[in-house]
């Protein structure tokens, strides 16, 4: 159970790898290793097919729907034609059978049958067969005629029928089992003339010794074999020594110790919930089950909603977890950013946690990213200091940092600690004279030095403010983090490089601002340490479970840049308001994909509705006329009409026309999206696109 009291869900795993168990007291009987699974296996989740026309598709059985809705005739009036077709058929057939149509139809009968026939049993036979086959031909015609098939399915779908389950995926004719494509037989590895390491994960996977991150990792194994063959030999070795424990994370992890969403690591996605089958969604999209996957992630994700919406349970925490089994695959690198007690997985579904604040954490930050040019790691500090300040220039401060950093570091082969940043920042003269001491003779340093005090404190000196924002993390809470000397363990996001999964507490109760500059400092580097990778073959993504007051027009700017470096960002918001007022559109402007939870405000609903934009519709306008009888016959029948019916006879105009109206309006937004929903709009990297879509949001009834 979480520990806000819900109880976490945990669906079957595919080809779930079952932990040793400890032996039973004599007397007892054996210990299940694990909990039973109803969950297809291995093979069935294999060959299950997948199918996909357009961004956010769960492909895992999907079945692709028309563009358009057909249109469908009222029941009353399919009633009304079937009823009026059974009239006219019986008609039909009272006269044939009585002979008023004469004995043309009976000709056939007359032809086939000999006169030796008459009077005897083969006749009547004969007879009645004839009788048959003209009434069924009257009964076919006529049914097409008044739509009897249509009318019956309409009203057998009217009834509440027992809800019918999906097909297995064994029961599928189509998964190719035991074919030459079986994707459980590796037929890769069969045509790289590696027979026997594919028949070793066949045996595996039979055997239920290999789950889907096994599948998954091994697979993205054999790729980076095919783009430098020098690999081929250690790979075949590894799978013959370990079976589906070959290539295995660094961790030694092979699944994460619970999951709360449905995965399928084939497609790498995760499933979030339901596309609404109503009005307000694309016919082709209504009731398809909506996910999340690299391609739409890489554009970033911007979610706003209230608190209690449902951001963090059901948006950021399937997201992370869906990225983490991708980490243990080889495929990603993912940071998940939230306040300390956020429940964003448990410590062991993560590589390195980072507790800022807490004495007991066994990681620390980087404060400088891994940076070691001091001109890049003053760039990066001055945008999380003071990017948020309106009137102070980004690049002076990222100046002033730099006058200091590369002395100090040209001094003692290291940045200054955050104490000893403040003092070089508030210019304290024992800490000044001590740097200029040690740099004697470096010419360009004491420069440096001497630049920085003619500065301070003059008039639009950045310092001071630096000084300020240094001095929140210069508290007791934070004296054993950010070291520099080297005798901690801090993370750098430098890290993206591997295949890591990170988790990061900021302590958000008792330090707002000081989290808040953290949130922005980690946003800056993940922008910057994306961009420079040299390997970009992993999908770097950056989770913030509340990027309140944390974005600037520097860090914006960096999210826009993050599509060309395969990589992302997942950005929430209890309300636009958190974000200065000059930078809402461009942010808007900025991410790919946008949703709004239920209960935005009117004022976040514009926002997303101009972003939205509008699209081209027909209305049927409708004008009702009273009409005016001139005879004295009609009069009395339409005021007789009126009596009866307490309505004057009228006649209606009806006026279709194609109108501009907006997808979702500001009003809908607040007040149309139920609890448990929200309205969500995707984008992929290849540039397609799927318009706001509302979605029953998984685990909501």
């Keep these: ?109 007359y032809m086939f049958t000999p006169d030796s026939w008459a009077g005897t049993l083969p006749s009547v036979v004969a007879s009645y067969a004839w009788y048959a086959i003209v009434a069924a031909v009257l009964v076919i015609g006529f049914g097409r005629l008044g739509r009897w098939p249509e009318l019956g399915r309409r009203l057998l779908r009217s009834r509440p029928l027992r809800a019918v389950q999906p097909a297995r995926p064994a029961d599928s004719a189509h998964l190719g089992a035991g074919g030459p494509e079986d994707p459980v037989r590796w037929p890769q590895l069969w045509a790289a003339g590696l027979g026997e390491v594919a028949e070793r994960l066949e045996a595996e996977a039979g055997g239920g010794r290999m789950n889907d991150v096994d599948y998954a990792r091994i697979r993205r194994a054999w790729d980076s074999v095919r783009v430098d063959p020098s690999r081929m030999r250690a790979f075949a070795d590894a799978v013959r020594d370990k079976g589906a424990g070959a290539c295995v994370h660094p961790s030694g992890a092979r699944d994460l110790p619970v999951r709360a969403a449905r995965h399928d690591l084939l497609a790498r996605q995760v499933l979030l919930g339901t596309v609404e089958d109503g009005a307000r969604n694309p016919y082709s999209r209504r009731g398809t089950s909506l996910a999340l996957d690299p391609d739409v992630l890489g554009t970033s994700l911007l979610a706003v909603g209230p608190s209690g919406t449902g951001k963090t349970r059901r ?75 309106p009137g102070i220039d980004v690049r002076r401060a990222a100046t002033t940092l730099a006058q200091l950093l590369g002395p100090f570091r040209a001094a003692y082969d290291r940045f200054p600690a955050v104490p000893e940043l403040r003092e070089l920042l508030d210019q304290v003269p024992t800490a000044f004279d001590a740097l200029r001491r040690d740099l004697a003779g470096q010419h360009a340093m004491l420069r440096e030095l001497d630049a920085r005090a003619r500065q301070h404190g003059a008039h639009a000196d950045p310092g001071p403010a630096l000084a300020d924002r240094v001095a929140l993390l210069d508290r007791p809470a934070f004296a054993g983090f950010f070291d520099t000397t080297g005798q901690g363990r801090p993370f750098s996001l430098r890290a993206l490089e591997h295949p890591i999964r990170v988790r990061v507490d900021l302590p958000e109760r008792g330090h707002a601002d000081a989290s808040r500059m953290l949130a922005r400092l980690l946003l800056t580097q993940f922008n910057a340490a994306a961009a420079a990778r040299t390997d970009r073959s992993l999908f770097a993504f950056l989770a913030l479970d ?122 809908d937004l607040a007040h149309a999206v139920p609890p448990g929903h929200a309205v969500l709009s995707l984008t992929s990297v290849r540039g397609e696109r799927a318009a706001p879509l509302l979605v029953r949001l998984a685990g909501t009834s």
Excluded at 341 to 360: E, S, Y
């Design 1 to 109: 159970m979480d520990t806000d009291g819900t109880h976490e869900t945990r669906p079957p795993r595919v080809g779930h790898v079952p932990r040793p168990a400890s032996p039973p007291p004599p007397g007892l009987p054996p210990k299940p290793s694990h909990a039973p699974t109803a969950g297809p296996t291995l093979g069935d989740w294999l060959r299950f097919p997948r199918a996909s026309d357009g961004p956010g598709v769960w492909t895992y059985g999907h079945v692709p729907r028309a563009a358009e809705e057909p249109e469908e005739t009222p029941t009353r009036q399919l009633i009304s034609g079937a009823l009026i077709s059974l009239l006219a058929g019986l008609l039909l057939w009272s006269l044939l059978w009585n002979g008023y149509l004469g004995g043309f139809w009976l000709w056939p009968l």
């Design 315 to 389: 948006l950021v925490r399937p997201v992370v977890e869906s990225l983490s089994l991708q980490a243990l695959a080889g495929q990603a690198a993912v940071v998940a950013v939230g306040a300390a007690g956020t429940q964003l997985g448990p410590d062991a579904a993560f590589d390195v946690v980072v507790r800022v604040g807490d004495p007991a954490s066994v990681y620390d930050l980087d404060l400088y990213g891994g940076a070691t040019d001091p001109d890049e790691a003053a760039t990066l500090l001055a945008e999380a200091f003071v990017g948020d300040l």
């Design 546 to 667: 509340d990027a309140s007051h944390t974005l600037t027009a520097g860090t914006v700017r960096g999210v826009q840049r993050l599509r060309s470096a395969h990589a992302g960002v997942l950005l929430t918001l209890r309300t636009m308001d958190d974000v200065p007022e000059a930078l809402r559109t461009p942010l808007l402007g900025a991410v790919g994909c946008r949703m709004a939870f239920s209960g935005v405000t009117t004022w976040d609903g514009k926002r997303f509705a101009e972003a939205w934009g509008t699209e081209w519709v027909e209305t049927r306008d409708v004008t009702h006329r009273t009409v005016f009888a001139d005879q004295p016959l009609t009069r009395l029948m339409h005021s007789f009409r009126k009596l009866v019916t307490g309505k004057a006879v009228t006649t209606d105009a009806v006026t279709v026309r194609q109108v501009e109206r907006e997808r979702w309006s500001a009003s």
